[in-house]
Structures are given as C-alpha cells and as structure tokens.
C-alpha cells in the first residue's frame, strides 16, 4: 500500500495535469455535454475556468474534446481519396512484391482510400529520380512514398516536395538529413549486425563476399556498417570483401562477382544485402567456390526457392505490408485524418528453409 504522503502527493499532480489541460476547441458546448454526460452549464464552467469544477470533471471534458476531434478527423476521412505517388529503384523482382504489399494492405487503410501511383524502375539514375519528384511537385500528390539514393540532389527534391506540403516518406533505405516525414521499413545497421553474428557462428576464418547493389542506399550502407563492425567484435579473422553497384541485377552481379571471385582460392561465407542471389551462386559454382554460409534479405520468389533448395543458409525478413501500412499511416496523419504511427522500425525475423512464412511480403 502507497504511505498517505504518497497518495497526497500523486493526487495533487494529477490536480495540476488536469487543470493545466487545454480546453481549447470548436464543438458547441451542447455536443459537448451529450458526448461526456455532463449538463450544459457544468461545461461551460469547465471551459470557462470558473469555481466548483473538479479536477474529475475537467477530466471528463478534456476526455469529450479528444473523442469529438477523434470522430471528427474519421469523418473527414471517410470517402476522402489520396493519391500517392510510390517511386523506387528497385530490381523488378522487388518492385513486384512492393506492389503486392501495396494492393494487400489498401482495403485496411481505412477511412480513407488510398489511389497508389507507381514510378518504379530497375535502375534510376540522379537525375532521373530528381525529374520525378519534379513532376510530383509540379502535377500534385497527397504524399510520396520514396525508394531512392541518399545524395544530396534527392534530398534537395524531397525537401522541396514536403516545402510544398506534401509528405514524404521514405521506404526501406532513408534519406536522413532530407527533412522527410517518416522513414518506413527496416532497421538496417541492425540487420547487418544481426547478419555478422550468423556469419560468425558458422565460420571464424577465411573471406566473407559482401554485395551490394548500390553504396549510396543509405539502408545498404547501413547494413555494411553494422556488418563490418559485428564482424570484427564476433570473428576478426574474417575477412570481408566488397561487391559493389551491381543494381541487383543477375547479369551486373555476375559480372562484378566474378571480377573479386576469380581472385580468391576459397569463400567462407557469403553476406548478399543486394540481391541477385541466383547469379551470385551461379558464379560462384563457375569458378569452384562453394560458401559454407549464405546469408541474403528479403523473401522474393528466387529466394523461398532458394531457401527449399537448400542453397541459402539465413534470409533477414521483415514484413513489406506492414512497412507500406506505416508509410500510409503517416502520409494520412500529415493530413490529419489519422493517428501518427507508433515510432520504430519493423522487427527482423531470421527466416531458414522451416519457417517461411505463409503470408509473406518481400522485406
């Protein structure tokens, strides 16, 4: 049991929370009294301030205002249509699943309706990404759902569009001194961590190949940080070597695999943050070279293959639907017509051969 000095000091706090509350608003004060239950005149002493109001009663009006404003954005919303534009770089095996998640997930943002417009290309340059987003600003849109390169000329552009009013999201890799609205998608200085420590466990000596498709995605560069780093707490006798700008494309990844690969006598492990994972193996089989662990993300079609193939060791998952949810999430809330999403990123599940899961997205 609290002493008595304790609940004395508790109730006088709550006393000062509640009195303390603004009571501002724009409801009459008779929706007000059908909302809490109180009579007219007892809300508007509350709302003016005056004497024998208690601090439950304040609690009670304060609570009525909240839900009115509540109701009133779902009213707002219901039947409103947003359009938001999705634009990504991104191979077309990714963009397909992003596009999945995206129909999956429409029918549950509710009360709005969600239009998507998708600009989605396997390889989109500087210039190309900053021409879109020119065009976004130019035609309009409700909100900017962005998989793009993190250099200076993308951030100028994202800030230009939320300058504008539109909200800007990015998904999967960030954009972080953009000013963008929201990042939605994986924590991925963590993922590489997470992807040191299954390295590890497997193999503490030897060459470990990391492939990326692109550097200046922030997300990769993260994982790179977090792996690299892990790597050398966990096994510091792994060496790591790069594989850069393949694009995830099998043919690039091929070609930039084979030019690190053919130099090297053995692979211990593999660590694929860009894809291309069947053109990786393949190559790697070409020249005699077979990982004793592999270690890729995301669950696209080629990879659950590869995973009942036996082929891959670990895939990092997280799920796209949910991503594309907070994403949505937070374009409305730009608008008001929705709660701001709880902060965090989406958790990482380690996936092997057994534990696919049924309903999937990409992530």
Known sequence: MLATGCRVLIWRSLVKHINNTS??????????????????ATIDRALNGRAHVSPQTRARVVAAIAELEQQEGQMAARGR??????????????????????????????????????????????????????????????GVCLKARDVPEVRQAIAGLVGRGIPVVTIFTDCLTSGRTAYAGLDNERAGRTAARLVSRVVSRGVVLATLSRNDFQGEDARLDGFRTALGDYAPHLEVRMVQDTSG????????????????????????MGGGNRAIQTTLARLGLAPRVYVAHDLDDENV???????????????????????????????????????????????????????????
């Open 23 to 40: 009571m501002t608003h724009r409801f009459p004060i008779k929706e007000i009294s059908a909302q809490s239950g109180l009579s007219t």
């Open 249 to 272: 494309l099998n043919q690039s990844t091929a070609q930039l695999v084979e030019a690190v690969a053919s130099q090297l006598s053995d692979v211990a492990g593999v660590y694929s």
């Open 81 to 142: 249509r947003l359009f938001i534009d999705i634009v990504v770089e991104a191979p077309d095996r990714f963009c397909r699943e992003i596009t999945k998640a995206v129909h999956h997930v429409l029918p549950q943002i509710a009360p709005a309706v969600v239009r998507p417009r998708f600009e989605m290309r396997e390889v989109m340059g500087v210039a190309q990404t900053v021409a879109v987003l020119a065009r976004i600003a130019k035609r309009g849109s409700d």
């Open 305 to 363: 293959d590869l995973l009942a193939q036996g082929r891959l060791d670990f895939v990092l998952y997280h799920d796209l639907a949910q991503d594309m949810t907070r994403a949505f999430r937070n374009i409305m809330a730009a608008h008001r017509l929705a709660a701001m999403p709880l902060d965090g990123m989406s958790d990482i599940q380690i996936v092997v051969a057994d534990n696919v899961p049924a309903s999937r997205g990409a992530g």
